[in-house]
């Protein structure tokens, strides 16, 4: 085999031109094109079940935000476990009803609680 063709074979690079994958391309231009393009196709399928897990995460927080919000917005006895066991929270939903105009929920909450102690 000469030199020409070991070169027309395997292409710059030591690039085989002969093989199923780099059919139809002239060069190494080509060849490094279509590596990348092959490279983005793969990453494609990655990328969309990332974006779709991060999708779901806040699906997930907003509706546990909502159910908390519920819970506590309907039982006092919950926020009173929720002033035990995690007082900021607690202290989040007093303020979100306070900027909401409904006041005094705190100052009853705390007459209760000082009630059943005694």
């Not at 030199?3 to 199923?20: F, I, K, M, V, Y």
């Not at 983005?40 to 779901?56: D, H, N, Q, S, Y």
């Not at 909502?66 to 007082?87: A, C, E, I, W």
């Given at each position: ?10 292409g710059?690079?030591g690039?085989?031109w002969?093989?199923?994958?780099t059919r139809?391309?002239k ?6 094109h ?5 490279m983005v ?15 779901v ?10 159910v ?5 917005d ?11 066991k995690?007082p900021?929270i ?18 009853q909450?705390?007459e ?7």
């Amino acid at each position: 085999m000469t030199h020409s063709q070991r070169d027309t074979e395997a292409g710059p690079l030591g690039t085989n031109w002969n093989c199923p994958w780099t059919r139809g391309l002239k060069n190494a231009e080509d060849l490094a094109h279509n590596n990348r393009a092959r490279m983005v196709r793969t990453l494609e399928p990655l990328a969309k079940k990332i974006f779709k897990g991060v999708l779901v995460a806040e699906f997930l927080g907003v509706a546990g935000a909502y159910v908390l919000f519920n819970k506590m917005d309907t039982s006092q006895d919950f926020r009173q476990t929720m002033s035990k066991k995690f007082p900021f929270i607690l202290e989040v939903y007093y303020k979100s009803i306070e900027c909401s105009g409904m006041y005094g929920v705190r100052q009853q909450d705390q007459e209760k609680w000082l009630n059943n102690k005694s």
